[in-house]
């Protein structure tokens, strides 16, 4: 079982450019949710997905959008990329009520 | 008022000592909790899931008080290896999303 995989690992991004990451859950996980880490702070919460419908949102712009297929995996954009966008972006799957495994992070540079 | 609040860190202890974490959280209606830790650049791994009437794992001992919404960790004998971030996480209900704290670091030290 591979677990929770996040692509790419590392990206780097100019301001003002839209950004696709990518997550692949755990075998026979249907929930997908991501987090947002900035250096020093705990994840915080964007959104959630589950049978391939935004469930939940955190605090977040509209530029923040995500997706999830068929097979469970998800993505996340961000458009209008920020400065402040810079951060470890983690995917979280899951399936009620297990608890969630988080995959290794995509870290995101916006210069 | 953030919704959970972590100890402000570091914790610098040495090997052998014994090092307590709290948090406290503030939706009184939370019906889960958990201790996650993280290492430098990783993803976070749950450590242990706490419950009323508290539970220990080896060196680690969680405790949770709902009338304080008060979450403690403890952590004894302390290795080099314990050195991480320890996150403070509440669910408010069902799969809703997980709400972390901050982080406390910990460095143990020989």
């Known amino acids: 079982d591979a677990g929770v995989t996040q692509s790419p690992t590392h990206l780097i991004k100019t301001r003002g450019q839209q950004v696709t990451l990518r997550c692949s859950p755990k075998?026979?996980?249907?929930?997908v949710s991501w987090y947002q880490q900035a250096l020093g702070q705990g994840p915080q919460f964007i959104f959630q997905?589950?049978?391939?419908?935004?469930?939940q949102r955190g605090n977040f712009p509209d530029r923040f959008s995500g997706h999830q297929f068929p097979n469970y995996s998800s993505e996340l954009n961000v458009n209008a990329l920020l400065l402040g966008d810079s951060a470890l972006y983690l995917c979280?799957?899951?399936?009620?009520?297990?608890?969630?495994?988080f995959g290794q992070g995509t870290r995101l540079t916006v210069v | 008022r953030k919704e959970v609040e972590q100890d402000p860190g570091p914790f610098n202890v040495p090997e052998g000592a014994t090092v307590a974490f709290n948090c406290t959280y503030s939706?009184?209606?939370?019906?889960?909790f958990f201790w996650y830790r993280q290492d430098c650049r990783k993803e976070p791994k749950l450590l242990m899931s706490?419950?009323?009437s508290g539970n220990e794992d080896g060196r680690f001992t969680a405790q949770l008080n709902r009338a304080s919404q008060y979450i403690s960790l403890l952590i004894r004998d302390s290795k080099l290896s314990d050195s991480a971030t320890y996150l403070c996480?509440?669910?408010?209900?069902?799969?809703?999303?997980?709400?972390f704290g901050k982080g406390t670091r910990l460095s143990v030290i020989a």
């Open positions: 706490v419950y009323s």
């Open positions: 997905y589950y049978e391939e419908e935004e469930r």
């Open positions: 979280a799957s899951s399936r009620f009520p297990d608890e969630a495994f």
């Open positions: 996480v509440v669910r408010n209900s069902g799969n809703t999303p997980l709400v």
């Open positions: 939706n009184s209606a939370s019906q889960s």
């Open positions: 075998s026979g996980h249907d929930t």
